[in-house]
């Protein structure tokens, strides 16, 4: 009875990880394309050049 508890485990567990770097490989695509566009704009003000990628960083690091 023990081994069907294990194979559910480890297909959750790969399912799992398979969930969450996709997330962070989407994420970090995407954060880092909006951050670039954000920062080249030259319209945009100088606090959201800066607040921008100080969230997108800040939220990378949480994520490791």
Do not use: C, H
Not at 25 to 53: H, N, Q, T
């Amino acid at each position: 009875m023990s081994e069907p508890e294990n194979k559910e485990t480890a297909a959750t567990s790969v399912g799992q990880v398979m969930v969450i770097l996709g997330l962070v490989l989407v994420y970090g695509a995407g954060g880092y394309w909006f951050a670039m566009e954000v920062v080249r704009d030259e319209d945009s003000p100088v606090w959201l050049k800066l607040g921008i990628p100080a969230i997108v960083i800040g939220f990378t690091i949480l994520l490791l």
